[in-house]
């Protein structure tokens, strides 16, 4: 599956689906802590070698994405691209 389908089924999810769980891959959440809803698209790039070089891209709620966008140095990466859904 190309980059661009997976990111179309992610959108389409968003408009099908009422609740969509925050795909926060790093987070400083407890455990028990309810995510928000998601507002945030961000692509993340990693330029490896840890964990490995690459990109993903999470739907996030808002208290998640500014765990990211604030901090980057401890995710080792930088955003490629953010946007509100
Ligand atoms: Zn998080
Ligand atoms: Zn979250």
């Not at 190309?2 to 959108?11: C, G, H, K, Q």
């Not at 790093?26 to 990109?55: N, Q």
């Amino acid at each position: 599956m190309s980059m661009v389908d997976a990111e179309r089924i992610n959108l389409d999810e968003l408009m099908t689906h009422e609740s969509i769980e925050c795909e926060c891959m790093v987070c400083h959440l407890p455990l028990d802590e309810e995510h928000g809803p998601i507002e945030w698209k961000l692509t993340w790039r990693w330029p490896g070698p840890f964990p490995e070089a690459g990109v993903a891209t999470m739907l996030l709620c808002d208290p998640c994405f500014r765990d990211w966008v604030d901090d980057p140095e401890f995710f080792g990466g930088a955003a490629e691209s953010m946007h509100k859904v």
